[in-house]
């Protein structure tokens, strides 16, 4: 039998590992939300997506954010099989925009993204 809902079972952890990697910019946590051939895209059908290990550190750090800039608020929408739908706000300090979130991730069976789409949307 095979658990038929691994992103529910993943997402919690995740989350809170992905919001403690985007505190830290350390390389080591950012590899370990991820699968060692995973996708990361910015935006949808992203042709600059970060591939794998070393793309997505490469890439998380070129856009890095300073831990005390932002504080991130999310829920989960919905999962289905490996897949999760989250919704966040990050707000930035000093004046900077806010952000509507929107993020699928594919998990694969150990928690791990193999796959991760992020749509944001600048607040009026």
Request: hydrophobic content about 40%; aromatic content about 14%; charged content about 25%.
């Amino acid at each position: 039998m095979t658990d038929r809902n691994v992103a529910r079972k993943h997402v919690q952890g995740w989350m809170e590992n992905y919001q403690a990697a985007w505190a830290s910019n350390e390389p080591e946590d950012i590899r370990g939300l991820f699968t060692e051939d995973a996708r990361y895209e910015a935006r949808p059908g992203d042709p600059e997506a970060w591939l794998g290990h070393d793309g997505i550190v490469a890439g998380w750090l070129a856009a890095r954010d300073e831990p005390a800039d932002w504080t991130f608020e999310w829920k989960l929408l919905g999962a289905d099989a490996d897949t999760a739908f989250v919704q966040g706000v990050t707000t930035y300090s000093a004046g900077r925009p806010t952000y509507d979130n929107l993020w699928v991730i594919r998990f694969d069976g150990t928690g791990r993204a193999a796959a991760f789409t992020e749509w944001f949307m600048e607040r009026a």
